[in-house]
């Protein structure tokens, strides 16, 4: 049980198409979730924090114009990273917090790796 | 500031040997929770092991163990018997709670294993 899916694993694209990356927690409702990027050899940074039904809280430094996140039911939450550049090419991770599931409870995804060219 | 310290880039050990991956954080929050991830190259992040700040023992999991000691703000991870497979990154994370926030999970910086046969 438990688990989050993420789509597509890898994505190309040219600079300045705009890619979507879904996040799916398949077995559970997830009312949170979380989207991180990681840069090579670095660690894990918070983008935002998405509930269904509500904007997402995005965190200091993140453009929340280019990162359009969309919690739109209990199992799904997208990431759609517009006019990409290739600075943005990173590692996208996501989480999702069970409905009724503790601070401390949730599930990561496998990831997401967006090169832009 | 930097909420998780973790001042291991790299540590090597010898298969079948344990190893002491170090973590300190900082919090005001009385309550929080601390979490070891492994990162493997693949990108996928596996959880290890979870200690709460009011728990009383040390959180054990098979060959994971962690090293609690709260008033030095350390949760050093302890990994018995090292495995071949147990190469890969190893993160340190806090949950915290900002007030009128949602609960985050602030990461370290990482610390690379490697294991030698």
């Known amino acids: 049980g438990a688990v989050v899916s993420q789509h597509p694993s890898r994505v190309i694209c040219k600079s300045g198409t705009s890619v979507k990356i879904e996040c799916r927690s398949l077995?559970?409702?997830?009312?949170?979730m979380f989207w991180y990027r990681q840069f090579p050899k670095q660690s894990l940074m918070l983008m935002a924090t998405s509930n269904e039904g509500s904007k997402a809280t995005y965190e200091q430094g993140v453009e929340k114009d280019k990162f359009l996140i969309n919690h739109a039911s209990l199992t799904l939450s997208t990431l759609t990273v517009t006019s990409a550049h290739p600075e943005d090419s990173s590692f996208y991770i996501c989480?999702?917090?069970?409905?009724?599931?503790?601070?401390?409870?949730?599930?990561f995804g496998p990831g997401t790796r967006l090169t832009v060219l | 500031a930097q909420k998780i310290t973790q001042t291991q880039p790299g540590m090597f050990v010898q298969e079948k040997e344990a190893v002491t991956l170090d973590c300190t954080y900082d919090?005001?929050?009385?309550?929080?929770?601390l979490f070891w991830y492994k990162q493997p190259s693949s990108g996928e992040m596996i959880f290890l092991i979870y200690?709460?700040?009011?728990?009383?023992q040390n959180a054990t999991e098979g060959r994971y163990s962690l090293n609690f000691q709260k008033a030095r703000k350390s949760a050093n991870l302890v990994i018995s018997a090292s495995q071949l497979g147990d190469s890969a990154m190893y993160f340190c994370?806090?949950?915290?709670?900002?007030?009128?926030?949602?609960?985050?999970?602030?990461f370290g910086a990482g610390t690379r294993l490697a294991v030698h046969p």
């Open positions: 200690q709460g700040s009011y728990d009383q």
């Open positions: 077995d559970f409702q997830a009312t949170t």
């Open positions: 989480s999702a917090r069970p409905l009724g599931g503790g601070a401390d409870t949730q599930y």
């Open positions: 919090t005001s929050d009385p309550s929080y929770g």
């Open positions: 994370a806090m949950r915290e709670a900002p007030s009128g926030g949602y609960n985050k999970l602030i």
